[in-house]
């Protein structure tokens, strides 16, 4: 092999890693000795049940843990087992979903439910392979549940772990691309702990959420890893990871109609292969106009723009699409996050 082909920064991570392995036991015990000090209490961490491990992997994709617990609590106590799950209809999960935000995860946990029990693998899949073929399920969630649940010596590269090993090794390759995860897949695989990887992934996940922050102050100076660590080192931690560029945010507007005779509304079904997907809504137009947009939502690629008009009526109008219920009842349907902003700030009530 010719060095000359390599970097300067690339062969010092080949030297680190050919020197690194009898270190590995001190970055082990450090590690684990902080975790064991400073992890948070969590209900999935306090369980081996694959089923409930997957829910909760698949509420804290995209959700902070603060959140995410309410949700998690909500959706054990209503369905135990996956046998509940899968029985239920997808308008109760959405339902229960509601305010938690990209509803593909919602449709793609019930379906995996559905494909759990038609194919037997009550209570869970035990092999690797099948919980990655599991709709929703990517490499990361995947390892997290083998590992949690089996024990299983896969990794489980979150955003927190993709941060934790960037400054590490001090990789400045965007970790969001395709090949910049195979890299830091590769790496992890050498630091992985194959004898204790359930408590090696929870260890270094949690490092990455409470300690090694993407804002890090002055936790450098007295970081338990800081020996093993070649961002500290080279004064580059600030810096890592590395993202590929955002993609341009892009500019949408609707116009709600929110028709009342002071019992009934109108409300329809979400069919468009778009945003909030069978979730339900008022009448709307996308349109663009003058007018003044009162409410923004923005999503990860999109910023929504929105105003809701109301109509008085003595008789409610005939329109394709949307069904007539009695206000009351608009608490039985899922509705987005925007819309149920829009409630609250317009005051509507079933009399309104």
């Given at each position: ?165 960037a400054r590490l ?36 996940m949690e490092f990455?959420?409470?300690y090694c922050t ?139």
């Open positions: 092999m010719k060095y000359e082909n390599f970097s300067a920064k690339k062969l010092q991570i080949c030297v680190f890693f050919c020197n690194f392995a009898p270190k590995m036991e001190n970055l082990y015990r450090q590690l684990y000795n902080w975790y064991a000090q400073n992890h948070r209490v969590l209900p999935w961490r306090e369980t081996d049940d694959p089923y409930a491990i997957w829910l909760s992997e698949i509420i804290l994709q995209q959700t902070r843990v603060a959140q995410g617990l309410e949700y998690y609590t909500r959706f054990i106590a209503r369905w135990p087992h996956v046998e509940d799950l899968a029985a239920a209809d997808e308008a109760e999960v959405l339902r229960e979903w509601q305010g938690l935000g990209y509803y593909s995860r919602a449709r793609n946990l019930h379906k995996a439910a559905q494909m759990i029990v038609e194919k037997a693998w009550s209570p869970f899949p035990t092999r690797f392979e099948d919980i990655r073929a599991l709709p929703g399920v990517g490499d990361y969630t995947a390892g997290a549940i083998a590992s949690f649940a089996y024990n299983m010596p896969y990794p489980a590269m979150d955003g927190n772990v993709y941060r934790v090993v090794l001090d990789i400045d390759e965007p970790f969001d691309t395709s090949a910049g995860k195979k890299l830091f897949h590769h790496k992890i695989e050498a630091f992985l702990d194959r004898e204790n990887p359930r408590l090696f992934n929870s260890a270094i990455g959420a409470l993407p804002i890090l102050g002055d936790a450098c100076l007295t970081c338990p890893l800081q020996s093993t660590c070649l961002a500290y080192a080279h004064g580059t931690a600030g810096l890592l990871p590395v993202r590929k560029p955002r993609p341009k945010v892009r500019d949408r507007w609707f116009s709600y109609h929110i028709y009342t005779d002071g019992e009934h509304t109108l409300i329809r079904r979400r069919e468009e292969k778009d945003i909030w997907y069978h979730l339900y809504e008022f009448p709307c137009q996308e349109e663009q106009t003058e007018d003044n947009y009162p409410f923004t939502h923005v999503l990860s690629h999109q910023k929504l723009h929105a105003r809701f008009i109301v109509h008085r009526a003595q008789k409610m109008p005939e329109i394709p699409g949307t069904i007539c219920i009695r206000w009351e009842e608009l608490n039985d349907f899922a509705l987005s996050r925007l819309t149920l902003r829009a409630l609250d700030t317009l005051r509507l009530t079933p009399h309104s």
